[in-house]
């Protein structure tokens, strides 16, 4: 049934309509009215108290995202490329990264803080503790997966070392560096977000949110996360989509 | 051509550092032109055999020799042909066939040109831009030998290739084997435990002992081609063989 994925988002609506009847306190439950026009003016600075539009908003932390997303991947798949080629330099590796692994990226506020002081750094410093991990591991991963008869027939039919790398390795390995990169980015969306809090920021949809809250602002907190979802959605839906266009093979090697 | 193995022997470390002696003085003459199948029961070292031919493993004693050179590495003069999962599964069909040409640096609309020659001997023209998953294990096989012949080796080693295929399509492609053989005039070293298949396609059986594999006869198969295996002659060299095979599979046992 395709229309039963739309059944509980419909009912959670009118529940939530319902409730903010019951309750009548828009600072607890602000009804939908109030939430939909700050949705439908996605470009118009009015509905969110001088702090720029929605979408100045959402792409400031995009640009955010993005800027910390790309260092960590930089990073990450080089390192992961030589851990997974090389036992010596895994074994080098990886008791470092397994130690810095579970520490949480907004367990690294006050140390951005303190290195990097208030700003762009900061944030993108955040950002890059977020999604270097999973990149990194499903990189290594990937590289491991990469059939050793694969390699063997490159070295027959005469391969350099570097057309190994270029032509087996990365695309032997590109499917699962790809789920790295998509989960990746999911968690360095979630960081941008709590990454905003930090003190002298004055843009971006995490920003907003809180802002919103200082102001009583339920409705524009709730419309603020509204968006944060959407983009999060969308952005996976891009990845996912690429990944069955480049990659549909991944399973299926015979 | 030429190629000369001389007192090839292998022996690596085993369990509990114990030395286990794979081959032992193998000493094995190949004409140009030849089609020569090493057989012996699984663990005798065969494929060890094949795979330091190959270059890609190191005898510990003995040399071999092609035109009298030493080979101590892969050679683009000998291509390997693997048991199966040997494909590129990113790569098209002809894009895997002209993956040898490419490392030679070979442009993309030469390189095409020649691989769908390859494809066309193969019987697989239509299939030339699908994906290796959308074939069959005969067909595979068939686009493995192609992306061997496309890089012009004087010797095809192959290593079981039709192992992992039923019957039919086995008996299939070892008549396409045979005449694409006859075609091409190359060298063929055909590794294989099926005594029927070593007999039904080579000019000389090539019967190795178990471990260490050593060669316990060489036997000339003087049957005119195409060989029908129901054939009394087939039958009496077949039994020959097997009785070869069978006695170093019992004292192997001893």
Known sequence: MRYLRLLLPILLLIGWELVSWVVNNPFIVPSLETVIPILLHPFSPEYTLGTGSMVENAAISIQRVGLGFLVAAAVAIPIGILMGRSPLLNDFFDSTIELLRPIPPLAWVPLALAWFKIGLTSIVFIIFIGAFFPILLNTVDGVRSVKKTWLEVATTLGAKERQIMTKVVLPGAAPTIWTGLRVGFGIAWMCVVAAEWLPGISKGLGYLILYAYNFGQTNLIIAGMVVIGVIGLLIDFVFKRVEKKWFSWRGLER | ?254
């Open chain 2, 1 to 254: 051509m030429s190629l000369v193995l001389k007192g090839i022997s292998k022996s690596f470390l085993g369990e509990g550092k114990a030395e286990v002696q794979a081959l032992s003085h193998i000493n094995l003459e190949v004409a140009d032109g030849e089609f020569v199948s090493i057989l012996g029961p699984s663990g005798c070292g065969k494929t060890t055999l094949l795979r330091i031919i190959a270059g890609l493993d190191h005898a510990t004693g003995g040399s071999i020799l092609l035109d009298g050179n030493r080979i101590e590495g892969p050679c683009p003069r000998m291509a390997m042909i693997f048991q199966e999962y040997s494909l590129y599964p990113w790569r098209t069909v002809l894009d895997n066939i002209a993956f040898g040409l490419e490392m030679k640096g070979m442009e993309k609309p030469r390189r095409r040109a020649k691989a769908l020659e390859f494809l066309e001997m193969v019987g697989l023209v239509d299939f030339a831009e699908n994906y290796p998953f959308e074939l069959s294990g005969g067909m595979r096989q068939r686009v493995a030998v192609a992306r061997a012949l496309a890089i012009d080796p004087q010797i095809l080693l192959m290593d079981e290739p039709f192992g992992a295929l039923d019957a039919q399509t086995r008996n299939m492609l070892q008549r396409e084997l045979l005449e694409i053989w006859e075609k091409t005039k190359k060298t063929v070293i055909f590794v294989t435990h099926s005594v029927d298949e070593a007999v039904f396609l080579s000019d000389r059986v090539v019967v190795l002992t178990a471990r260490p594999g050593t060669i316990r006869d060489i036997v000339p198969i003087n049957l005119p081609r195409p060989r029908e295996r129901t054939g009394t002659d087939f039958a009496r060299i077949r039994r020959y063989v097997l009785d070869h095979v069978e006695k170093t599979a019992f004292s192997s046992k001893v």
